[in-house]
């Protein structure tokens, strides 16, 4: 079974623009969740995704947005960047039905450097 | 709110002994689990071991433990004859169990020496 993929793997933005970043989970799973890891704030929570709903939200401003589409993928959005931004962006996957605390797979991430 | 700290940044080990990293949490939920999770050079976040709160057992996997002292709000993990394979950044990490969000720690560093 192939892995949670993430794409870009790699970004340089400049402040003012926008982002998108994409996650596709594991085949079967449902529940896409996003965090942030930075060095001054270490790993944060962003958003959860399940059957193209949101279903949790972290502490972060509205520009940062997510959406589920159908196939479980997943993409979040930052606009207005600025350079607090950059960050490593973790997506993590798994089954997500209510009421079970399964595995959550993460993928390698997306490095955002906001110039 | 929930919190996890991790009061360790850095730890080291020789190749073949063993280690403890410490965590300690703060909840006033019953129902709740607890994670260490490892993050190498490589970046990739991988579960090492998960603790169900509601389970007096503490959880063990291959060299990896834990101790999970509920009454002290304390889960530490053991990892006993340290490869260097080893070596990466540690996160503990706590979630309940009716939200998936999970809340980590600020991490440890193990270097494993030969």
């Known amino acids: 079974k192939a892995g949670v993929t993430q794409t870009p793997r790699y970004l340089i933005k400049t402040r003012g623009q926008q982002v998108t970043l994409s996650c596709s989970p594991i085949s079967g799973h449902r529940s896409v969740s996003w965090y942030q890891q930075t060095p001054g704030q270490g790993l944060q929570f962003l958003f959860e995704y399940f059957s193209e709903t949101q279903r949790n939200k972290g502490n972060f401003p509205g520009r940062f947005s997510g959406r589920q589409f159908s196939n479980s993928r997943s993409e979040m959005n930052v606009s207005t960047l600025e350079l607090g931004d950059s960050a490593l962006y973790l997506c993590a996957s798994s089954i997500g039905l209510a009421g079970s605390v399964d595995e959550q797979f993460f993928g390698p991430g997306t490095r955002l450097t906001v110039l | 709110a929930q919190t996890v700290t991790q009061s360790q940044p850095e730890m080291s080990v020789q190749e073949a002994e063993t280690v403890t990293l410490s965590c300690t949490y703060d909840t006033s939920e019953s129902d709740y689990y607890l994670f260490w999770y490892k993050q190498p050079p490589s970046r990739q976040m991988i579960l090492v071991i998960r603790?169900?709160?509601?389970?007096?057992q503490n959880a063990t996997e291959n060299r990896f433990s834990v101790n999970f002292q509920k009454a002290a709000k304390s889960f530490s993990l053991k990892i006993s004859d340290s490869q260097l394979g080893d070596a990466a950044m540690y996160f503990c990490a706590y979630r309940t169990g009716t939200a998936s969000k999970l809340t980590f720690g600020t991490g440890t560093r193990l270097q494993v020496t030969l």
């Open positions: 603790q169900e709160a509601y389970k007096q």
